[in-house]
């Protein structure tokens, strides 16, 4: 299995524009979370899906912030317009939520700087 | 509301050594607990997965422990190696209502050589 795949793996963009990140889940995983790390508040929970429906998105800091999964195989966190503060590395993650464990599988993360 | 935190919040051993990593929990009443090691610039990697109705869990030099009465989860590590230089989180899935993980802040090891 190649794991969860995020893209791009780093970014780098100007204050004010556009930042969309991408995330393929495990297949066959039914859940998919978005978190964002940071030194000063560590790992925060954004936004996760179950059944490619948001079920909790109290963790999205601000309506600058909004995430979608179309479909079971791809989901994407766009930021627009993106500020300085918003620099962090985003990690998505997967997992099964109708079998006994629960167990998270994460990506890479993608590595946000926004000048 | 659940609060999870892992002291300390950086540890130096020398290698060989024995080491216990904690993680204490506000609420009794999770679903169950997962271990990470995250490396630097790289994403977590799922190292333990203890069920609530379990004590513990071993995988290789590993072996994590769950006391849910007291609130706690030790990972333990034996004979540390070099390679065994990380971050390591915990983090805790509530018994019901939400498939989200809390997670803590983690402990960032050194073995030295």
């Known amino acids: 299995d190649a794991g969860v795949i995020q893209s791009p793996r780093h970014e780098v963009t100007e204050m004010g524009q556009e930042v969309t990140l991408r995330c393929k889940p495990i297949?066959?995983?039914?859940?998919l979370f978005w978190y964002r790390q940071t030194m000063m508040r560590g790992l925060e929970l954004l936004i996760y899906?179950?059944?490619?429906?948001?079920?909790?998105d109290s963790g999205m800091p601000e309506d600058r912030f909004s995430a979608k999964m179309p479909n079971a195989s791809f989901s994407t966190l766009k930021i627009q317009p993106s500020e300085p503060r918003d620099s962090a590395v985003y990690f998505c993650?997967?997992?099964?939520?109708?079998?006994?464990?629960?167990?998270?599988?994460f990506g890479p993360g993608t590595r946000l700087t926004v000048t | 509301k659940q609060e999870v935190t892992q002291i300390p919040a950086a540890l130096s051993v020398p290698e060989g050594e024995n080491l216990v990593l904690n993680c204490s929990f506000t609420?009794?009443?999770?679903?169950?607990l997962q271990w990470f090691r995250q490396d630097p610039g790289k994403g977590l990697t799922s190292l333990l997965l203890?069920?609530?109705?379990?004590r513990e869990q071993t995988s290789g030099r590993l072996n994590a422990s769950l006391d849910k009465s007291s609130g706690r989860s030790t990972l333990y590590i034996a004979a540390s190696q070099p390679g065994d230089s990380a971050t390591y989180l915990c983090?805790?899935?509530?018994?019901?209502?939400?498939?989200?993980?809390?997670f803590g802040t983690g402990t960032r090891l050194k073995v030295l050589a």
């Open positions: 993650a997967s997992s099964f939520t109708s079998g006994a464990s629960y167990e998270q599988y």
């Open positions: 899906f179950n059944n490619n429906v948001p079920i909790d």
């Open positions: 203890i069920q609530s109705s379990q």
């Open positions: 609420d009794s009443a999770i679903y169950n």
């Open positions: 983090a805790i899935k509530r018994t019901s209502g939400t498939y989200k993980y809390i």
């Open positions: 297949s066959g995983h039914n859940s």
